[in-house]
């Protein structure tokens, strides 16, 4: 991994969360974030995202999104 737009599990994620006006605003600045950090950065912050991502994921397609945190999502 050279930086998180490369990340291959958080690339497209972190591309629509900070899109999603319906995001919460820590979740879409966490994003944004880690898409300009540079690489050590980027290794600290990748398990907060994957745990983000777990919690607020993409709706599948033709689904609205639902943005009820997933605390008790099996990991």
Not at 7 to 16: I, S
Not at 20 to 30: A, D, I, K, N
Not at 53 to 63: A, I, N, T
């Amino acid at each position: 991994m050279h930086s998180a737009n490369t990340d291959p599990v958080l690339r497209d994620w972190l591309r629509w969360a900070p899109e999603r006006g319906s995001t919460p605003m820590f979740v879409r600045t966490v994003a944004e974030a880690a898409l300009m950090a540079c690489m050590p950065d980027c290794v600290l912050l990748r398990p907060v995202l994957v745990e983000l991502k777990r919690r607020y994921p993409e709706p599948e397609p033709g689904k609205p999104p639902n943005f009820t945190p997933r605390h008790d999502a099996p990991r």
